[in-house]
Each structure stands twice: as structure tokens, then as C-alpha cells.
């Protein structure tokens, strides 16, 4: 079990920069979640990690020790993929013992024999372990790869997009099984993905990446109420915030011509503004200062995710499962002004963030 | 649901099928030419038209791995009662087996020693092609190296030159460093004739193999060279089998440098077989059966590999 951390760590592939001046910290035994879009670095920076990829400038640090110098093997880190992590030609069980059958690990027979049961038992993968890799489903396939890590009881899981090729049944189900894992093992977890429920999901901790940078870390619902910017807001939920550009005036928000009312003491200034609030914190009610056409009505049973054409923007809001609107009705909104967040419209900034 | 075909489709078809025909028999009547007489008695090796139907024999077999000689009179029948099988065809051919005066052992010709020249030869330049190739062609593939392509273009580029264009020099270096007419000597020439090929193709498989396999390995907790063989090797025998048939089949094949470098003792089959139809009447059938015989290698060889070199021949295609 260890605690990983990057310091300003840059990664050049020839003229891009895959990672740029990342400084992160892993704590001992926490389920991390990376999120990014593809070619956001993710995968760059776990490859550092495991000693794959060597950065040009800044140290990676496993337990507080500088592993620039170490080889992937003395780092004792396990690694899944996506795909491609299975051998092709051993059987299930050859592949977990794989991991296990290095000349310099040493392991006796029985114990390799009692490793690998105990990682089949974990993962309920016990009556596929005479079977060729390529008779595998996808998601055998990724119980096996995770298998393959387990067995070595490694001091850092680094999972780089494990259930991104699976159906979204099979994705659900192993997201369960991969947190019960980690409360199990208590090892610390590397999780990468550019799926934002999968990170809401599971992490205990998210950093949002972008374009080889850090843009925020918190615990998911630090990341959900107090995104550090527009792009972290637009990130993550799903419909995602709505953004909607307007001035500050007192307690009052001026947009397109109407006004909203504002949290007391709200942070923004004269310039302009964009204010983001969730679909969840807009309100439909007679009366109230707003006015949008229905686009669409997306019916989720228990909720009905409406698109609201507000002017030239696009707003989502949503509404008990009971509330009878039609396409193209003008329908009337506001806010609740307490969940309401105001961002630099330049820079992108939150500005709750001083 | 039964495919229909039209009648222009069953056309091709068999139009199509007319064609391979008709050039199987054009590329395999020079093999059952070979074949067929070199189990031809002396006597019908020749005739015009050809026979066809004979009785085989071995005559020519035994005939091509003895010194022999002409006989004046017949041999007297209690030495021909007790003479081995194969030395009674030689003798019914009107031709006796030269045998050293002191202490009357046969005298082998020439072919078994130009045989085993051109196994040794063929067999080692072609393991350090292929092993020397697939080694090179993995650092290509895995490493950064600087000017890659320049190193590849410049491997490739060595191809480019008609060997025979540089034989004269090579020919005055060998004599000159003592490699004239040795082992050593043709296997070098053959191995770094075979290389550039050998770099090429394995590159190409090696390419195909996902990185990712190797990384696992390396993160499990195996070296560089211990993930190179546990992973890379088994994925990559297609390729392997592919590239040594070829290296092996032109190494045997190998004529003009065999011919120039190589006078007795490394000299190959290739040269060999020709020079014996130099003195007095070519006795065809021994030359057939030499020729039958050099055949073998290369088919055995290919047979042996045939599943890796089908699936090899699509070249890349390894994984469904
Ligand atoms: N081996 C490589 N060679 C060149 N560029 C690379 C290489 N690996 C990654 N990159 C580049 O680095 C950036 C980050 O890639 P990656 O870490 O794979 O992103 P992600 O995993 O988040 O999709 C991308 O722009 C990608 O094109
Ligand atoms: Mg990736």
C-alpha cells in the first residue's frame, strides 16, 4: 500500500506536451479517479507511474521515495488496460500466474497456486481458469486482467480505462465489484477514465485533467457543487450545467433582458459573467422571471430531463416526472439563487475561488 | 439462403480454374521431368520421345555418390554374387565402383561432401539472418533510434546493388583475409545477403505485436530480454518461420558466389551438380537424381512450416 504523488511533472512527446507541470497526490489506500477527455495525458500519467514512461522534467514518488531511476519492476505497481492486457496464448490460468513466475520474485508453487485461487474466488472467475484468453467474453476478459493485477498484491492499482469497451450492464456491475475490491484489498487505486459518471461514481477523490493539466481535485461532489471553472462544470453531470451569460447588479442577475435574483454577497463584480447552475437547481413555476420554449422532453420516469431554448442558449432543467409540458410550450423559470455560481466569462474561473 | 450464381459467374469460374491448370503443368513438368529420370535406367534418360512408362530403379542414386569407372569386360560372376545390392545395379550398367588399391574401400564422388556443404551453410547463415534480423527489426520497432529511417532505407539499400556487380572485389578480399573457399566464408556472404531482407520482414510482424503485451510484462516483473522472449518470440514465429524459408531457400539456391568463392572444400551443391556433366557423355539420370535430391531440403522445410508460412504469407496478419 502506498501513497503516490507527481511534482511538476512534464511529459513532451516531440512537440506535444502530454502532461504539463502536474503536481498531484495519491493518498494511501484511496480510490482516485482521473478524468479527462482522450488524449488529456491519462494515459501518459499512469504510464509514468509504472515506470513506462520517463518525464522529462519533474519526479514521480511512490511512498515518498523519487522512483525516477526504477525500473517498471521494482515499482511494484499493477497495471489494466482497456485492452491488449490478456496473453493470448495462456489459458486464464497461465495468465495469473504470470505476474507471479518472474526469476526474481521466487515464489513456491503452492503459494502461487493459493494466490491465484484466492484471486479467482474474488472475481468469480474460478471455472474459467482452463480456458484459452481468446473463448473469453469482454468482461471475463477484464475480470481476468484484474485478476492478473490482484494476484500480485501490488502497492498501487493503476487502471487505465478498464471498463470503457464493455456494455453499459456489464460496466455498471464491475463498477460495483471494483469499489467492493478496493474497500477489500484498502490498496490504493489509480482510476483512469473520461467517463464522468464512472469517476462520480467511484472515486473517492477526482482530478480533472485537461490537456495535460490539473484543473481541480476534490471529492466528487466537491467537484459537482464548486467546479473550478466552466470547463469542470461542463465536465461533469449529466445534463451538464447550465451556463448562462449575464452582468451582476446588487443582488440580481441580468440576463438577456430579465433578472434573476442572486445569494446575497454573491462574488462577481461589474464585468461580464457567466452564471452556471444545475439543471436540478432550475425551477418551472408560474410567474417566475424567465421565459423558454421547450426544445425536447426526455421522460426518465422518476424525473423529466426538459431542453428549454432561453433566447440563443440551450438550458436543461429538471422537473418531478408529473409535470405536464409539451413541446413548444413558453414555459415560465427561475433559480434557487443559493445554488447559483458566477464564473469570469474570460477566463472561465470560478470566482467563489478567490 | 442457397447463393445463385449467373451463368457469366460459373464462366469465370471455370475459366478461372482452367487457368491454375494449365500453369500447375507448366511449373511442375519440369519437377516430374527431374523426378522421373532420375529414377531412369542410363539407357532411356535420353530417347526421343521420352518414355513415360519404365521400370524405376535406384541405379542412378547409387551411381551418384561413388567414384566409378568404365569397365572393359565384364565383371566374373563370383564378385558380382557377392557385392552389395546397390554395387550390382552400378555393375549391370556396365560400370564398376573405384575402390582405393591398398585397402579396397569404395571412393565416395563428390555429391555427399557439396551436400552437406550447402546444410551447414544454408542452415547456419539462415539462423543468424533470421536471429540477427529479428533482433534488429525489435529495436527498430520498440526503441527510438536516431534516423530511423534513414538506418532503415540504408539497410534496405543493400539490396539495391546486383550481387554479382561487386563479386570481382569480394572475390580478391576473401582471397586476401583467407576466406576463399571456406565455410565461414560463404556464410558470411549469405548472412549479410539475407539480413536487410530478414530486418524488413520482421519488422513488419513485430510492429503488429501489440506493445501493450510486453509492457504488461515488464510492469509483472520481467526484464526487457525475459519479456522479449515470453512474449515476443511466440507472437512473432509466424514471421520467424516466413523469413527463414525464404533466407534458407535463397542460401541453398545460391549459385554465382558459390561458384566463384568455393572450389573443394565449401564448394555447395549448386556449383557441383553442373561440373559433372563436363567429362565424356553426361550421364543424365545421375545428374537428375543429384538435382531430385537437392530438391528435397527446401520442400521438407517448407512442408514443415506450412501452417506458420500460410498464415505467415498475409504478411502482418496475426491476430483474426
Ligand atoms: N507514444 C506517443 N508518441 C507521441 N505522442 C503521444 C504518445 N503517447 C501519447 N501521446 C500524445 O500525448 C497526449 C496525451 O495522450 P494520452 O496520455 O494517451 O491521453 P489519454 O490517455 O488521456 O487519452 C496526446 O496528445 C497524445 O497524442
Ligand atoms: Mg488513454
Same mark, same amino acid.
Given at each position: 500500500m502506498a501513497r503516490v504523488e507527481f511534482k511538476n511533472v512534464t511529459k513532451r512527446f516531440g512537440g506535444t506536451r502530454a502532461l504539463k507541470d502536474l503536481t498531484l497526490t495519491v493518498e494511501d489506500g484511496e480510490f482516485f479517479v482521473l478524468l479527462g477527455r482522450t488524449g488529456a495525458g491519462k494515459t501518459t500519467a499512469l504510464r509514468s507511474i509504472a515506470g513506462l514512461e520517463k518525464p522529462e522534467e519533474g519526479s514521480v514518488l511512490i511512498d515518498g521515495v523519487d522512483v525516477g531511476d526504477w525500473t517498471a519492476a521494482e515499482r511494484d505497481v499493477a497495471l489494466v488496460l482497456q485492452q491488449y492486457s490478456l496473453y493470448p496464448r495462456l489459458t486464464v490460468r497461465g495468465n495469473l500466474e504470470f505476474p507471479l513466475r518472474p526469476k526474481g520474485?521466487?515464489?513456491?508453487?503452492?503459494?502461487?497456486?493459493?494466490?491465484?485461487?484466492?484471486?479467482?474466488?474474488?472475481?468469480?472467475?474460478?471455472?474459467?481458469?482452463?480456458?484459452?484468453?481468446?473463448?473469453?467474453?469482454?468482461?471475463?476478459?477484464?475480470?481476468?486482467?484484474?485478476?492478473?493485477?490482484?494476484?500480485?498484491?501490488?502497492?498501487?492499482?493503476? !487502471?487505465?480505462?478498464?471498463?470503457?469497451?464493455?456494455?453499459?450492464?456489464?460496466?455498471?456491475?464491475?463498477?460495483?465489484?471494483?469499489?467492493?475490491?478496493?474497500?477489500?484489498?484498502?490498496?490504493?487505486?489509480?482510476?483512469?477514465?473520461?467517463?464522468?459518471?464512472?469517476? !462520480?461514481? !467511484?472515486?473517492?477523490?477526482?482530478?480533472?485533467?485537461r490537456s495535460g493539466r490539473l484543473v481541480q481535485v476534490g471529492t466528487p461532489s466537491d467537484i459537482y457543487e464548486r467546479p473550478a471553472n466552466t470547463f469542470v462544470a461542463r465536465s461533469v453531470g449529466s445534463p451538464p450545467m447550465n451556463l448562462i451569460e449575464g452582468t451582476l447588479s446588487g443582488s440580481a442577475a441580468n440576463l438577456n433582458g430579465i433578472s434573476l435574483p442572486v445569494a446575497i454577497g454573491m462574488a462577481g463584480g461589474a464585468g461580464p459573467l457567466t452564471f452556471g447552475v444545475r439543471p436540478e437547481a432550475?425551477?418551472?413555476?408560474?410567474?417566475?422571471?424567465?421565459?423558454?420554449?421547450?426544445?425536447?422532453?426526455?421522460?426518465?420516469?422518476?424525473?423529466?430531463?426538459l431542453s428549454l431554448d432561453f433566447g440563443e442558449t440551450r438550458l436543461h432543467a429538471t422537473v418531478p416526472a408529473g409535470t405536464h409540458v409539451k413541446r413548444d410550450e413558453i414555459v415560465r423559470?427561475?433559480?434557487?439563487?443559493?445554488?447559483?455560481?458566477?464564473?469570469?466569462?474570460?477566463?472561465?474561473?470560478?470566482?467563489?475561488?478567490? | 439462403m442457397a447463393e445463385v450464381k449467373t451463368t457469366r459467374e460459373v464462366v469465370m469460374n471455370r475459366a478461372a480454374i482452367a487457368a491454375v491448370f494449365v500453369a500447375l503443368i507448366v511449373m511442375l513438368t519440369p519437377i516430374y521431368w527431374i523426378a522421373s529420370t532420375a529414377f531412369k535406367p542410363r539407357s532411356l534418360a535420353t530417347t526421343a520421345p521420352p518414355t513415360?512408362?519404365?521400370?524405376?530403379?535406384?541405379? $542412378?542414386?547409387?551411381?551418384?555418390?561413388?567414384?566409378?569407372? +568404365?569397365?572393359?569386360?565384364?565383371?566374373? +560372376?563370383?564378385?558380382?554374387?557377392?557385392?552389395?545390392?546397390?554395387?550390382?545395379?552400378?555393375?549391370?550398367?556396365?560400370?564398376?565402383?573405384?575402390?582405393?588399391?591398398r585397402s579396397g574401400e569404395i571412393t565416395p564422388s563428390g555429391y555427399w561432401d557439396r551436400y552437406k556443404n550447402s546444410l551447414i551453410i544454408s542452415i547456419i547463415s539462415t539462423f543468424l539472418a533470421v536471429s540477427m534480423g529479428t533482433l534488429t527489426a525489435y529495436g527498430f520497432s520498440r526503441f527510438k533510434v536516431k534516423g530511423e529511417n534513414d538506418w532503415l532505407f540504408f539497410i534496405l539499400s543493400t539490396r539495391m546493388l546486383p550481387p554479382v556487380v561487386?563479386?570481382? $572485389?569480394?572475390?580478391?578480399?576473401?582471397?586476401?583475409?583467407?576466406?576463399?573457399?571456406?565455410?565461414?566464408?560463404?556464410?558470411?556472404?549469405?548472412?549479410?545477403?539475407?539480413?536487410?531482407?530478414?530486418? /524488413?520482414?520482421?519488422?513488419?510482424?513485430?510492429?503488429?505485436? $501489440?506493445?501493450?503485451?510486453?509492457?504488461?510484462?515488464?510492469?509483472?516483473?520481467?526484464?526487457?530480454?525475459?519479456?522479449? &522472449?515470453?512474449?515476443?518470440?511466440?507472437?512473432?514465429?509466424?514471421?520467424?518461420?516466413?523469413?527463414?524459408?525464404?533466407?534458407?531457400? &535463397?542460401? /541453398?539456391?545460391?549459385?554465382?558466389?558459390?561458384?566463384?568463392?568455393?572450389?573443394?572444400?565449401? +564448394?555447395? @551443391?549448386? $556449383?557441383?551438380?553442373?561440373? +559433372?556433366? %563436363?567429362?565424356?557423355?553426361?550421364? /543424365?539420370?545421375?545428374? @537428375? @537424381?543429384?538435382?531430385?535430391?537437392?530438391?528435397?531440403?527446401?520442400?521438407?522445410?517448407?512442408?514443415?512450416?506450412?501452417?506458420?508460412?500460410?498464415?505467415?504469407?498475409?504478411? %502482418?496478419?496475426?491476430?483474426?
Open positions: 520474485r521466487r515464489m513456491s508453487e503452492d503459494e502461487i497456486a493459493r494466490r491465484v485461487e484466492r484471486a479467482a474466488n474474488t472475481l468469480q472467475i474460478t471455472h474459467l481458469l482452463d480456458r484459452k484468453v481468446e473463448r473469453l467474453s469482454g468482461g471475463e476478459m477484464q475480470r481476468v486482467s484484474i485478476g492478473r493485477a490482484i494476484v500480485r498484491e501490488p502497492r498501487v492499482f493503476l !487502471m487505465d480505462e478498464p471498463l470503457s469497451a464493455l456494455d453499459a450492464k456489464l460496466r455498471e456491475s464491475l463498477r460495483v465489484e471494483l469499489k467492493a475490491l478496493h474497500h477489500e484489498l484498502g490498496a490504493t487505486f489509480l482510476f483512469v477514465t473520461h467517463d464522468q459518471v464512472e469517476a !462520480m461514481s !467511484m472515486g473517492d477523490k477526482i482530478g480533472v485533467l432550475m425551477v418551472l413555476e408560474q410567474g417566475a422571471p424567465g421565459e423558454a420554449r421547450v426544445f425536447d422532453i426526455e421522460d426518465q420516469g422518476v424525473i423529466k430531463i423559470f427561475g433559480w434557487k439563487p443559493e445554488k447559483v455560481l458566477t464564473f469570469d466569462r474570460n477566463t472561465g474561473r470560478n470566482l467563489a475561488f478567490a | 513415360v512408362f519404365f521400370e524405376p530403379t535406384l541405379t $542412378p542414386f547409387a551411381k551418384l555418390f561413388v567414384r566409378r569407372s +568404365q569397365m572393359r569386360e565384364p565383371v566374373d +560372376q563370383e564378385t558380382y554374387d557377392a557385392a552389395p545390392w546397390w554395387e550390382q545395379l552400378i555393375y549391370d550398367d556396365g560400370e564398376s565402383v573405384v575402390r582405393n588399391r561487386v563479386a570481382i $572485389p569480394m572475390f580478391l578480399m576473401y582471397r586476401a583475409v583467407g576466406l576463399h573457399d571456406t565455410h565461414l566464408g560463404l556464410i558470411i556472404l549469405y548472412t549479410a545477403f539475407n539480413l536487410s531482407f530478414s530486418v /524488413w520482414i520482421m519488422k513488419g510482424f513485430i510492429d503488429e505485436i $501489440p506493445r501493450e503485451y510486453e509492457e504488461a510484462a515488464l510492469v509483472d516483473g520481467y526484464t526487457r530480454l525475459q519479456a522479449f &522472449i515470453k512474449i515476443v518470440l511466440p507472437e512473432a514465429l509466424t514471421g520467424i518461420a516466413a523469413t527463414a524459408v525464404f533466407c534458407f531457400i &535463397i542460401a /541453398w539456391n545460391e549459385y554465382a558466389f558459390a561458384l566463384m568463392m568455393t572450389n573443394r572444400n565449401a +564448394q555447395t @551443391a549448386p $556449383p557441383y551438380i553442373p561440373s +559433372q556433366v %563436363g567429362s565424356g557423355l553426361p550421364d /543424365w539420370s545421375v545428374i @537428375a @537424381a543429384g538435382a531430385f535430391l537437392f530438391l528435397l531440403p527446401v520442400a521438407i522445410f517448407t512442408f514443415l512450416l506450412r501452417n506458420h508460412l500460410l498464415r505467415g504469407m498475409s504478411f %502482418g496478419a496475426i491476430r483474426k
